[in-house]
């Protein structure tokens, strides 16, 4: 039977960084870490687990708290940290819990409290949560991909900026007439990302002489809750307004097929700005503030891992965006 | 410290049952695993995971296993599998990789050779797959999403009776020109589905003399590739089918949204029809025949937990499905 010191020689390292890179204990190269697998691979080499987990004292897992699945963001939130962690020799285990839910409830009171992981990432946690407490108490390393969060380190988007990016973009090619789509009820996560978004707005429409016209459509961020919403709030030409910034580009590409279908020409008629650089973004010509959420996902684990290491990461970091002018937005047709 | 003798009392139930709720091992209700849940709760009450372990030899730990989580099918699968197995005291470890990817062989020379799972659920692995082998060697209870299997207990769709009947909807209608669309590339999982889902296509026009008409138009299952592809082999009018067979909604929403942006009225002028049930069908007034992955994820989680409990599974279970016809069908306009 081979041994580690066999895999390490077959892939031309030393036995520690082979080591390392079977059993997740601190930082490899995906190269070296491709090598090593696939010399133990070849070798038919596997590290005991239970054997490493009293070594190390750790379990080589990370608990993955996320609101839901099916939604763009989180999905590729889960596809980069599954993605990173599988390639440090970790486990992940989902725990999909809305916030307020029953679920969530049981997720604290039994599931975390188990602690079988080396540490948590959390999504879309809400400030002022009770989540938060249960969470710090369970000390282990966490990080949160969302809004800032009082001690634990977290990784988002300046969604205030942001937004008042997209809402002078509309501004700056004429319109004035201008509607927030998106504000969504407390309970639909991220309730706070949203809220942010929505001060973004009208800080720019204050700052543009515009405050009397700052007007907000409720939806969940969903496509289909954003095609009801606009099929009822387009439906009256007199009081439809010439632009919307949507709280997200699902709530962006609802409004469109929406427009499309009550025979509203976009942009001519209508322009639409959103946020996330969605799947679908392109195929809908939209303008947007592109977010990479399986980015955002990777990087996490990083910050985690280097926790688990022992080192403190920044309390806040600003994930990258880049605002991406498409075919969805133009001057209002009276200008 | 509170002991599993004063969370039984206080839900009501026998100190064997308030154990089973907690550890999983067995089947409990929903509401009896509630009552028990919110007893340990008030109580402050954790099971000892390790001793549990150790008295049971179980990891209370079940690996989900699918080739990508950003697509409705998977998400609501990971939804289904994650919920019903929480409420059954079960962590999930999620897999993401993608067949003859670089992840799914790491996937299973590393991550599963260390069986830290009691059971395996995968999703859309492929007939005659080297995986297969690969599974059946871990030697842990398994069960499948997908296709039948050889060997492994498999919960799916009659694809074949599904698109043979959505065919005949569209040919007792009057269409005679029907395109099938979503003839993918065998690397775009669930490459099988697609196979017998053509083929249900192809017989039911063969078997109403329509051989000749046969054509299939290539499309990864995505709203973006099928976008694209209908841009194309919508383009000239003179050899456009009146009616589509679409190989999944994803397919099928793509071709209306492009069939919307080039004019062509669904259904007047073209009739779609999919097959899943999408959360977006109902806005696209799909016709379609509903899956329910959530439920399927449920039913499976079921199935692998008897395996656990020792008992066998039928080989093949099939999952429900329903025809849901919606307004992108009608007679075509020439008849």
């Given amino acids: 039977m081979s041994g580690i010191a066999d895999v390490a020689r077959l892939a031309g390292v030393s036995k520690s960084t082979a080591s390392r890179a079977l059993t997740g204990g601190g930082y490899v190269s995906d190269d070296t870490r491709r090598r090593v697998t696939d010399a133990a691979a070849s070798l038919g080499y596997v590290p005991s687990t239970s054997a490493v987990s009293l070594a190390t004292g750790r379990t080589r897992t990370v608990a993955l708290i996320v609101p839901k699945v099916n939604r763009w963001y989180f999905g590729a939130i889960i596809e980069g940290v599954e993605r990173s962690l599988i390639s440090q020799g970790y486990d992940v285990t989902l725990y999909v819990a809305e916030p307020g839910s029953r679920d969530r409830e049981s997720l604290y009171s039994t599931y975390l409290a188990r602690k079988r992981f080396d540490g948590i990432i959390a999504v879309a946690l809400e400030p002022g949560d009770t989540d938060l407490e249960r969470l710090l108490a369970i000390d ?8 800032p969060l009082q001690g634990i380190p ?3 988007l300046d969604n205030i900026g ?31 990302d949203v809220d942010e978004r929505s001060i973004g707005y009208r800080n720019a429409m204050n700052d543009s002489g515009l405050a009397v016209r700052i007007r907000s459509v409720p939806s969940t961020l969903t496509i289909t809750d954003a095609y009801a919403a606009a099929a009822s709030f387009l439906a009256d030409a007199a009081s439809r307004p010439t632009g919307v910034v949507a709280a997200c580009d699902e709530v962006a590409i609802g409004v469109v097929i929406a427009a499309r279908r009550m025979g509203i020409a976009v942009p001519t008629e209508l322009s639409v700005v959103g946020i996330d650089g969605h ?7 939209l303008t947007t503030v592109e977010q990479y959420p399986e980015a955002q996902g990777v990087a996490a684990t990083r910050l985690l891992l280097s926790m688990i290491e022992g080192e403190q990461p920044p309390p806040r970091t600003l994930a990258e965006t880049r605002l991406v002018v498409r075919a969805s937005t133009a001057p209002p047709r009276t200008v």
């Avoid at 282990?140 to 809004?147: F, M």
């Avoid at 809402?167 to 004035?176: C, E, K, S």
């Avoid at 799947?279 to 010509?285: K, Q, R």
């Fill in 154 to 156: 977290t990784l988002g």
């Fill in 279 to 285: 799947d679908y973004a392109e195929m809908f010509a």
């Fill in 162 to 192: 942001i937004t008042r990016i997209i809402t002078q973009h509309l501004i700056a090619l004429g319109h004035t007439d201008i509607a927030f789509v998106g504000s969504t009820p407390p309970t639909d996560a991220p309730a706070r």
């Fill in 140 to 147: 282990k390393p966490t990080v949160c991909i969302g809004n």
